[in-house]
């Protein structure tokens, strides 16, 4: 018998796989389910700057988006933003943009706000941003080359060309955080959120 005890199922708007790697890890049982938002659109609309904000209100609307279909169920909907100093970061477009965000974040310590929500008949029951600090260490131009080499087509996947979970790791210096918020989902306060509504097994 799994952990979930929930009458309908558990869902992730997300096709993350380090996110699906996470709840599976938990012992949840749970659907992926794409979330069809314009999140680039939607932060544009919204006006916000801090990434913070951007970050829980991408998993506000991917939450609803999947939610409005699914009624009954709890989804759970999350985002991740890269912050060094004011300037927000995007998923590279190609080898290019990954050197140049690369160039940008050697030496220097960025943040990384992970938040969650879950909807219930398109509703927000529960949400969290947790933040961890990222130092990446000094790089020369051969060696973030050598990475990028190394890496390949995997950089494009996330916000400043880099999966910590893989060779990313080399990169860093000092991290701050839980591996659950570099991953992109704050697993522990979701998990006692489920909790505390008796939707997994205490």
């Known amino acids: 018998m799994g952990l979930w005890r929930g009458t309908s199922p558990l869902i992730l708007a997300s096709q993350s796989g380090a996110r699906k790697m996470l709840l599976a890890n938990a012992g949840l049982a749970f659907e992926a389910v794409t979330a069809d938002i314009d999140e680039r659109g939607i932060q544009a609309a ?9 970050a829980l209100l991408l998993a506000r609307e ?3 988006a999947v939610s409005a279909n699914r009624p009954g169920s709890h989804v759970i909907g999350a985002d991740q933003t890269l912050a060094l100093g004011n300037r927000l970061f995007n998923k590279p477009a190609g080898r290019t943009q990954a050197l140049a965000q690369l160039r940008d974040l050697a030496g220097k310590s960025h943040e990384l706000n992970s938040a969650v929500a879950v909807a219930r008949d398109g509703e927000i029951v529960f949400e969290d941003v947790s933040v961890a600090r990222m130092t990446m260490r000094a790089m020369s131009e051969a060696g973030l080359s050598a990475y990028l080499d190394a890496a390949g087509d995997a ?14 790791v080399h990169l860093f210096e000092r991290i701050e ?8 989902l704050p697993l522990l306060p979701l998990l ?6 008796g939707l997994v097994a205490d």
């Open 46 to 54: 919204s006006s916000l700057s801090n990434p913070r904000e951007i």
């Open 62 to 64: 991917k939450a609803k």
């Open 155 to 168: 950089v494009t996947g996330s916000v400043g060309a880099y999966q910590l979970e893989g060779l990313g």
């Open 177 to 184: 955080g839980d591996h659950f918020t570099i991953l992109g």
């Open 192 to 197: 006692a959120f489920l909790r505390r509504e």
